[in-house]
Structures are given as structure tokens and as C-alpha cells.
């Protein structure tokens, strides 16, 4: 059974970071691209950062976030990774990875990409 699972989330404070993780099973991550997206309330789904099956030579950033956070892919233990540095209370959300279909490259913030959701992890920003 395809799952993904996110951890990490939790409160800091405004300039604070955190490191999400999404780890996945029933699924090779190596032949996958995955994403993470961001969902606060009363305000859409907004894409924030993708990396590309393989070796992750692909990464994409939303404006909102490029050049705070990182994303990574660890193939040997089937987790992804969003590193948050600087965090703003604007970054106060649901976040969630998802996976692309098979050989996923150019991935985007867009979710039509991805068909395999996980449930998501609260983070929130706050004094």
C-alpha cells in the first residue's frame, strides 16, 4: 500500500526552523518525484517546493519561500525532506508531501502532478 507520512512539524517561533520529513513505503522514492505543499486556513493549497526522482537534480521553490527552505531526498531510506530556515508566521500551515507519477522530473507547486497524498503535519509560527 502506497503511504506517505510526514513528521516534524510543531510551533516555533518567528525566525525559528524546522526539518519536515516525509518517508513513504509501498513505493520505490527513487523513480518518484515528490512535493511538498502548504495549506493554512481560508487560503488554497499553495505548492512550495518539489524535488525530482533519481538523484533530486530538480528542485523547485515557490517565491514565498526560495532561499529559506531546503529540500532533500534520501533514496536509501525512502524519505524526503524540507529543511524551513527563518520561519515567518505566514509560513503557519498544514504541510504535506506527495509523490509524482513514475519517472516525475520537472516537478511544480502545482498538485495536478501528484496522485499519492500524505496526511499532513501542523506547523505553526508564533511568539
Known amino acids: 500500500q502506497v503511504q506517505l507520512v510526514e513528521s516534524g512539524g510543531g510551533l516555533v517561533q518567528p525566525g525559528g526552523s524546522l526539518r519536515l520529513s516525509c518517508e513513504v513505503s509501498?513505493?520505490?522514492?527513487?523513480?518518484?518525484?515528490i512535493g511538498w505543499f502548504r495549506q493554512a486556513p481560508g487560503k488554497e493549497r499553495e505548492g512550495v517546493s518539489c524535488?525530482?526522482?533519481?538523484?533530486?537534480?530538480?528542485?523547485y521553490y515557490s517565491d514565498s519561500v526560495k532561499g529559506r527552505f531546503t529540500i532533500s531526498r534520501d533514496n536509501d531510506v525512502n524519505t524526503v525532506y524540507l529543511q524551513m530556515n527563518n520561519l515567518k508566521p505566514e509560513d503557519t500551515a498544514v504541510y504535506s508531501c506527495?509523490?509524482?507519477?513514475?519517472?516525475?522530473?520537472?516537478?511544480?507547486?502545482?498538485?495536478?502532478?501528484?496522485?499519492?497524498w500524505g496526511q499532513g503535519t501542523q506547523v505553526t509560527v508564533a511568539s
Open positions: 509501498g513505493f520505490t522514492l527513487y523513480y518518484y518525484a
Open positions: 506527495a509523490s509524482t507519477g513514475f519517472g516525475g522530473y520537472d516537478c511544480d507547486g502545482n498538485s495536478s502532478e501528484y496522485n499519492h
Open positions: 524535488i525530482s526522482s533519481a538523484d533530486g537534480s530538480f528542485t
